[in-house]
């Protein structure tokens, strides 16, 4: 086999942040993606956002893990032929709520491996911190990966069920085609018989919706105001935090709840480091997510479409969150 040495080519490449907030605010209709909401600050502002009043999804959620987490687990492994399952999850793992289904886990049999998949190194080690310590039995496999551009898992040891956690309507940041998309490649990264436990904020109506996502005490305005307050300790901008305000609002054409920041004067931004200047008209407005709300039936066309039997469902009395577990076709 022949070499050949190359000239080395050097690409100055911009950061994933740098990348995102070009194409978004250089558009004609300006936004950033939702994943920027998620540097330590904004981490710590959505972790005060799930114990709001208001943000009733993190709680029913959890709800309904503690109601049938046993059953879940049960289910998950019936009907495998295998007697054990490993667990995997999209994202690090919101501590209590995974911990009643690894909890649950442990009690059908002494031992688990756990593999969270975040993009954040740091995430995953305090997830691994966390619950090596609190879960006896439990031995947290952590895999730095954004799930997005595919999943690879560590392999299934001889008679395991391998179990793929997509919990907190995490799945509901990402437009309808995005979303098949990331169950299609979950489903690629799964054998025939194992599940992916999927959980999905509904449909319900709007004022139950637009408290959630505008609190009386603000929580979510400053988790929105984080990503300009990100671009400035980041990129060197100079948004005024002031200048813009928090805004939720309900779209019923494509059933999702959005946020925006809206500027409340007609005025100029830099970002020095992307060398840009932005002009913002007063009511101009910067889409920052989207949260959409499923109907179940729609829930299981998209499983049904990508790949996944929906096996078994679990929801709240109120019906406002659910849960299912698809079996891999
Ligand atoms: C983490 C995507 C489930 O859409 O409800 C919370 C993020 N945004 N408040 C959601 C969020 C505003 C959250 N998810």
Known sequence: ?????????????ESPVALAVREGLAAHRKSLPAWL??????SHLFDQITHLPEYYLTRTERAIFAANASEI?????????????????LGAGSADKTRLLLQAAIEFQGTLFYEPLDVSASALHAA??????????????????????????????????????????????FEPHQAARILEIVRAGLEPGDTLLLGVDLQKDESTLLAAYDDAAGVTARFNLNMLARLNRELAADFDLEAFAHRAVWNPTESRIEMHLESLVAQRVQIPALDLELSFATGERIHTENSYKYAPGQVEAMLAETGFNPENSWTDERGWFAVWLARAQ
């Open 73 to 89: 687990i049960e289910k998950a492994l019936q009907a495998s032929g295998l007697s054990r399952l490993r667990i995997a999850e």
């Open 37 to 42: 909401f998620y540097d330590a600050a904004g």
């Open 128 to 173: 691994r911190q966390r619950i090596e310590h609190e879960i006896p039995g439990v031995h947290v496999l952590p895999r730095v990966m954004d799930y997005t551009q595919g999943l690879d898992f560590y392999p299934a040891a001889a008679g395991e069920r391998r179990m793929v956690l997509y919990i907190g309507s995490s799945i509901g940041n």
């Open 1 to 13: 086999m022949t070499t050949i040495a190359l000239p080395q080519i050097i690409i100055q490449s």
